[in-house]
């Protein structure tokens, strides 16, 4: 089964609105983490947001946002006042703290299959 | 202050023949990971090193594909007799560890590996 599934292959965006992009994940684990990374055709994964799953407040980075839904088991970014650079593939990811494990990880993170956002002028 | 360096960014090669990538992590990060994207897809697990012990190997990591990091700084991925199904993208990333709040990898560009 997929850890991390993002249903939307690619979206479109004008300039200066906002967009969501959807993520949902699969995880017995009580304690885990999920991440947002951007990757521009240059091919370098660079690092968005993170949000823990006992956090109680939605983390936000500028104009990132994540709408972590713990029940439904979504972790959706949200990115307000679309730049044009912001056209990349994004990708939703987690990291697991598996039961027993002492409440560390080694950070390995899963990778879900990416959305391509492209933003129009 | 550098971030994750990879080399070589491009490579082709033909089939059967070995190649060799290497990755110099941020110094002090003593995790290291290797990933494999393909086109349009995720980024897929390959291997992990912590320090210089390699901890966990993906079922990916086939037996042509060997990975090291022999004192705990740099890392090579070497593929041996390629197939064109190795063509992809080798993604290197690094991170510090215990003490680092979010746990986010830090990625290198990545090297391209085209088989013909």
């Known amino acids: 089964a997929q850890k991390i599934t993002q249903t939307q292959p690619g979206m479109f965006v004008q300039e200066k609105e906002a967009v969501t992009l959807d993520c949902t994940y699969d995880?017995?684990?009580?304690?885990?983490?999920l991440f947002w990374y951007k990757q521009p055709s240059s091919g370098e994964m660079i690092f968005l947001i993170y949000?823990?799953?006992?956090?109680?407040q939605n983390a936000t980075e500028g104009r990132y946002s994540l709408n972590f839904q713990k029940a439904r088991k979504s972790a959706n970014l949200v990115i307000s006042a679309s730049q044009l650079g912001d056209s990349a593939m994004y990708f939703c990811?987690?990291?697991?703290?598996?039961?027993?494990?002492?409440?560390?990880?080694?950070?390995?993170?899963?990778f879900g299959q990416g959305t391509i956002l492209t933003v129009h002028p | 202050d550098t971030g994750v360096s990879q080399n070589p960014r491009h490579k082709i090669t033909k089939r059967g023949q070995n190649v060799t990538f290497r990755c110099d992590p941020i110094?002090?990060?003593?995790?290291l990971y290797w990933y494999r994207q393909t086109l349009g897809q995720g980024p897929e697990f390959l291997t992990y090193?912590?320090?210089?012990?390699?901890?966990?190997k993906s079922r990916l990591l086939s037996d042509r594909f060997s990975a090291e990091r022999p004192k705990g700084s740099f890392s090579t991925l070497e593929i041996q007799r390629t197939e064109q199904g190795d063509s992809a993208m080798y993604l290197c990333?690094?991170?510090?560890?215990?003490?680092?709040?979010?746990?986010?990898?830090?990625f290198g560009e990545g090297s391209r590996l085209t088989v013909l």
């Open positions: 110094s002090e990060h003593n995790r």
């Open positions: 990811a987690m990291r697991e703290f598996p039961s027993g494990a002492g409440g560390t990880s080694y950070g390995k993170l899963t």
């Open positions: 090193f912590q320090n210089e012990a390699q901890l966990e």
């Open positions: 990333a690094s991170s510090p560890g215990t003490g680092h709040h979010t746990g986010e990898l830090f």
């Open positions: 995880t017995s684990d009580p304690s885990y983490g």
């Open positions: 949000q823990g799953s006992y956090d109680q």
